[in-house]
């Protein structure tokens, strides 16, 4: 996906709801240079794409051997955004 930042790729994504689902292994921030260097530069990707409308499902290892949480988890953000989608203005309201 292409932001002001750049062009930023998604482990997983269903671009149509603006949905990406992001696996967070210890090896993205431990195996590749600085810890801090890692963070930053994955808090500062998600913002660029946070701020066109993207929402992130984030899951570890161990969330892929509990299938009946992971699908709910799955089933739930692709709900929230098809709302959102339907109701653009529903994510201006308070409360």
Partial sequence: MRT??????????WPELRVALEFDGRAKYFDYGPVADAVFAERRREKA?????????????????????FK???????GKAREGAANPLRRFRAG
């Fill in 4 to 13: 002001p930042l750049g062009e930023h790729r998604m482990d997983f994504a």
């Fill in 49 to 69: 794409l946070m701020e066109q409308g993207w929402t992130f499902l984030r899951i570890e290892w161990k969330d892929l051997f509990n299938e009946v949480e």
């Fill in 72 to 78: 709910y988890r799955v089933l739930r953000a692709l």
